[in-house]
């Protein structure tokens, strides 16, 4: 179930508007709302804090491959994001899930 929820959230952001994306990375307070948001329907729907933050996992590395960070605060989680290896983003994962849940 939690492989198919994250194979959601990747469609789900290479379909996104322009125009919604902009909006969301327009700010970093923008950022933290929309996956404060995120993280609030997943719990909702029955998600732990493992699959919450595999799913943040996703969203990071997608972020990280296809997005120019917009501000100063996401182009330190990229920089952080590209330097860490797998365990230290799925470390960074949990703890953005922490920040906005």
Known sequence: MAETNVNKVEGKLQNMDGNQKDQ???SFQEFKDY???KVSKGE???LN???????AEKVAS???????PRNREEKLLQELWKVGDKDE?????????????
């Open 35 to 37: 996956l404060g948001d």
């Open 62 to 68: 997608y972020l990280a491959k296809h997005e120019e």
């Open 24 to 26: 969301i990375l327009s």
């Open 49 to 55: 804090e493992e699959q919450l933050a595999k799913t």
């Open 89 to 101: 983003q799925h470390k960074l994962a949990h703890l953005l899930v922490k920040l906005v849940g």
């Open 44 to 46: 909702k729907l029955g």
